[in-house]
């Protein structure tokens, strides 16, 4: 049977989880960077605050002494500088400063609070020093401030996600694991055979389960009821019709020695159709009584034929030696297409057998009258469709069933070269 | 040959009655497995048997008869076709195994099949001094030098012979030929002997031997 798309519990289930994680990481991302950014603010900020603090006392002490420091800035080691101040005075002049400040004033600022430089390059704290003669301006670059909020908010964004991730891993490999018993349960049900009763049953192993393996114990049994009345009915019926149908060919035999010369050939034609209610009959009850339980058999087409009683034409066997069928079945539905031909008024009939991917495949083509392609197609559908249809005869609906206990159907098809039919059981 | 056809269907039985009568040969013919234990005789060349039966199963008297080793042709006739009936039906000790809804000719061939194997002429030809004999073809042939001249009998004459062929070696009482041959076997009836005088006519005097007081004999094969 071809898989149909359908939705998939898994699937779903796994969408589901990763939208959460997803949601969540983005939702973790956002609130950890926002928390991050306005902490490291106010961590950078007073770390601003208290290094001008410092800087205060130390200025104050140093009452301003500039001597030391050419062009205002003081003797330093080379470093790293990532901390800068300046001491301006109230004309706007920078008198002391740090190693790596700008010679101009960072900012204008005169009271005390955070601001930014024209350029947008400083983050600077001002804090006017008690002689009120000048102001002490600490600052950080901002692309360092910005550099070190990048760092925090990735590494706590990463190992949100990371986290999130792992999560819904973890959550999809359970998710499996507890799906997985429901495959096996489906696994179990495939090669269940209800109509054995030493067949093992289907076990529970989640409690979710059990309803369903209930169920499906339930229709098996009632399946297997079914079946074996049905099967008692057709041993029944065999009985009931193949006696009689002995019986009236045994007459119709000894009618035919009897009757005078314009007698025989009504009667020869009586008894065709006896023969041919015959064929349907035991192929009815051999299809019935199978119940779709075959008794599988390596056979040819050959050995098939020797079965049937072909008189009216010549039929041709082909095609490989070996055919795995129950040839009971397959020699009732041949039996009904080649009565079906003869009756089409072939002649000639060729009956291949094939093995194609692991199927039998077993064609019939014959040079009787055929039928149009419009009538081949309208009763494919109603194969394909195994329902009533004008037309369709039993012998191709009984071949069809046999098609179908093999695990195929039967295909009609109209010649090439328009003559005859071909019908294809695969 | 002569037959015992156990069939309780009275269409079918009748039939295949009729059919084999048509054919030459002398049916007995029993609805019941009773009425068949009753026309058992040991002229029968050989038993169709149905299985299923009003009153009884024709598969264990199958194996009742070859229990006392009865080993006369016998054939299943009957509408159980799993592959599991049909090994009992032959395992019981049926020569073959018949099944419903058949062709009569079919039956016929069979046992005539059946009877060649039994009979010891798997070709269906039998050899008795210048005389050669078809039972298959129902031919007869005398050997005149090397030339083969058909000889062509009656219905009875052949009914005769075959019986006398079927049991050579052996012989068989003239009441026996009669119920053989369906005659009606009244006291003064002298069909037998001028059926045989004719047959001894056609065929030459050495192929029936007249035992006194006893019956005839056909000499063994040969």
């Known amino acids: 049977m071809s898989a149909r798309l359908l939705p998939s519990i898994r699937q779903r289930l796994s969408r589901m989880l990763g939208g959460i994680a997803l949601a969540w990481g983005l939702g973790m991302t956002a609130g950890v960077g926002l928390l991050t950014h306005e902490v490291l603010d106010n961590l950078l900020d007073g770390a601003l605050r208290e290094s001008a603090e410092i800087l205060y ?4 002490v140093a009452d301003g002494d500039s001597h030391a420091a050419p062009e205002g800035m003081l003797p330093a080691p080379p470093h790293q500088e990532n901390l800068v101040w300046q001491l301006v005075d109230r004309q706007g002049h920078v008198v002391l400063r740090s190693h790596k400040a700008p010679q101009a ?13 024209a350029l947008g390059a400083w983050h600077v704290f001002t804090l006017p020093m008690r002689n009120g003669q000048s102001v002490l301006h600490v600052a950080q670059r901002e692309d360092t401030r910005r550099a070190t909020m990048w760092l925090a908010m990735g590494a706590s964004v990463g190992l949100t996600l990371l986290l999130g991730l792992s999560a819904a891993w973890w959550l999809n490999r359970g998710l499996r694991r507890e799906l997985q018993p429901l495959l096996d349960l489906s696994n179990e049900v495939a090669e269940l055979e209800p109509l054995h009763p030493q067949a093992p049953g289907l076990t529970a192993t989640r409690t979710e389960l059990q309803p369903l393996v209930d169920a499906i114990a339930s229709l098996t049994q009632r399946l297997a009821q079914r079946v074996a009345h049905e099967r008692a009915l057709a041993a029944h019926a065999a009985h009931a019709l193949r006696t009689p149908l002995a019986g009236m060919d045994a007459q119709l035999a000894v009618a035919l020695k009897e009757a005078p010369p314009q007698l025989q050939p009504r009667l020869t034609q009586t008894r065709e159709a006896a023969a041919r209610l015959r064929r349907v009959v035991t192929a009815l009850i051999t299809l019935f009584r199978t119940g779709g339980d075959l008794q599988w058999q390596d056979t040819s087409v050959s050995a098939l034929l020797q079965r049937l009683p072909l008189k009216d034409a010549v039929v041709q066997a082909g095609g490989t030696d070996v055919l795995p069928c129950d040839p009971d079945l397959l020699s009732a539905a041949l039996s009904n297409l080649l009565d079906n031909a003869v009756r089409h008024g072939a002649r000639h009939i060729e009956v291949t057998g094939a093995i194609a991917e692991g199927q039998v495949r077993l064609r019939l083509q014959d040079d009787g009258s055929g039928m149009p392609a419009e009538q081949c197609r309208v009763l494919q559908q109603a194969l394909d469709a195994q329902g009533p249809q004008e037309g369709l005869g039993l012998g191709l609906t009984l071949a069809d069933m046999v098609a179908r206990t ?4 039967l295909r009609l098809r109209v010649p090439d070269n328009g003559i005859g039919a071909v019908v294809e059981l695969c | 040959m002569k037959l015992l056809l156990l069939e309780d269907d009275p269409i079918l039985g009748e039939g295949l009655r009729d059919f084999l009568q048509a054919e030459g040969h002398v049916v007995d013919w029993a609805p019941r497995l009773l009425d068949a234990r009753c026309l058992l005789s040991a002229q029968h060349d050989a038993l169709l048997v149905d299985w299923q039966l009003p009153d009884g199963s024709g598969l264990d008297w199958v194996r009742s008869l070859r229990r006392q080793q009865d080993k006369r042709p016998m054939l299943m006739l009957t509408a159980r076709d799993l592959l599991k009936d049909r090994i009992d039906g032959l395992a019981s000790g049926a020569d073959d195994y018949l099944v419903k809804p058949f062709e009569p000719e079919e039956l016929l061939a069979r046992l005539h099949a059946v009877h060649r194997r039994t009979a010891g002429a798997p070709d269906g030809r039998k050899r008795v001094g210048d005389v050669d004999i078809d039972l298959q073809a129902r031919g007869v042939w005398l050997r005149q030098g090397e030339r083969l001249e058909r000889i062509e009998l009656t219905a009875r004459e052949w009914q005769l012979l075959e019986a006398l062929v079927n049991r050579s070696g052996r012989i068989v009482e003239k009441a026996a030929l009669e119920e053989l041959i369906g ?5 003064h009836s002298n069909v037998i002997e001028v059926h045989i005088a004719n047959l001894r006519r056609k065929l030459g005097r050495g192929l029936i031997e007249t035992v006194r007081g006893l ?8």
């Not at chain 1, 093999?406 to 159907?409: E, L, M, P």
């Not at chain 2, 019956?215 to 040969?222: I, T, W």
């Open chain 2, 183 to 187: 005659s009606d076997g009244s006291a």
């Open chain 1, 105 to 117: 004033r960072l900012t204008d600022r005169q009271q005390e609070g955070f601001t930014g430089d």
């Open chain 1, 406 to 409: 093999h695990g195929g159907r």
């Open chain 1, 57 to 60: 006392g130390l200025v104050a």
């Open chain 2, 215 to 222: 019956g005839y004999r056909v000499p063994a094969e040969g």
